[in-house]
């Protein structure tokens, strides 16, 4: 969305806007299932900011200006980067060669 925006293509911008707005839409859909183990007070968080973006989005679609892109790349920033954060860290496996990467080795390629 930033890079439609710099470029200020009207076609691009709401090609990117669009895009954005059926991943809210998915985020919505998935808060709103039955079987959703999101925590009921970060639902609603979410569905409420879910709300605003349909809401700044229909307001973008009707009458198009860069500049109101700002707000959506915030938001989409902002929560890419508290995910981002939130997740676990990739567990580094042993270098080969080593006892650790031996005893690994030995514990998974066991034959039953």
């Known amino acids: 969305m930033k890079a439609a925006q710099e470029t ?9 806007v669009r895009l954005n707005w059926q991943l809210w839409t998915i985020i919505q859909s998935e808060l709103l299932s039955p079987d ?11 569905l ?3 709300n605003f973006i349909d809401k700044h989005t ?3 679609i009707g009458a198009p ?3 109101k892109l700002n707000v959506l790349i915030s938001i989409d920033r902002e929560l890419a980067g508290g995910l981002y954060a939130a997740a676990p860290a990739p567990v580094a496996e042993p270098a080969r060669g080593t006892a650790e990467a031996d005893m690994v080795r030995q514990t998974t390629n066991t034959s039953a």
Not at 8 to 16: F, G, K, P, R, S
Request: a negative charge; charged letters at 20%; proline letters at 7%.
């Open 8 to 16: 200020n293509d009207l076609e691009a911008m709401l090609t990117a």
């Open 48 to 50: 409420s900011l879910a």
């Open 65 to 67: 200006e860069a500049k």
């Open 58 to 60: 229909v307001g973008f």
């Open 36 to 46: 959703c183990p999101v925590p009921a007070d970060i639902r609603q968080n979410v």
